[in-house]
């Protein structure tokens, strides 16, 4: 049986977060509502049991621990996601600038096909790609 899983990415501001990956991806956050308003640990539900929590940097940096985080401009990770056709990425890339996104690549035909690359407010690269 699958267990839940989560991947954490350090933010540095919550609402500006919430409203990306709310208004942007169209995700739902999951989870008590803290005294901001949103939910407090920031989560957004992905697909069945994997979620997305979103840190404040402070935070993130007690958990690591002596390990520094990367500076926002630079990716450890590329995250994903697979969409039904060209329209849909572009509408998508749009939807995430609107949100408070950053286009990294517009969307353009590449050797391996249609994509574009987002980076949310905190410096973390989306693949839009049709799948």
């Known amino acids: 049986m699958p ?3 989560t991947i954490t990415l350090p933010i540095a501001d919550r609402r500006r977060s919430h409203t990306f990956y709310q208004d942007g991806l169209g995700l739902d956050p999951v989870g008590d509502v803290a005294q901001d308003g949103l939910p407090e640990p920031l989560q957004f539900r992905l697909l069945g049991e994997a979620y997305l929590c979103l840190v404040p940097t402070e935070a993130f940096d007690w958990v690591l621990g002596p ?3 990367s500076p926002a401009e630079h ?4 995250l994903g996601i697979a ?11 749009e939807r995430l600038v609107t949100g408070g996104g950053t286009v990294l690549t517009p969307p353009t035909h590449q050797p391996w096909g249609f994509e574009s ?4 407010p905190d410096g973390h690269a989306w693949q839009l790609y049709v799948g």
């Open 75 to 78: 990716s450890e990770c590329l």
């Open 83 to 93: 969409l039904a056709d060209a329209q849909q990425v572009t509408a998508m890339t």
């Open 117 to 120: 690359l987002v980076a949310d």
């Open 3 to 5: 267990q839940p899983f």
């Open 67 to 69: 390990r520094e985080l």
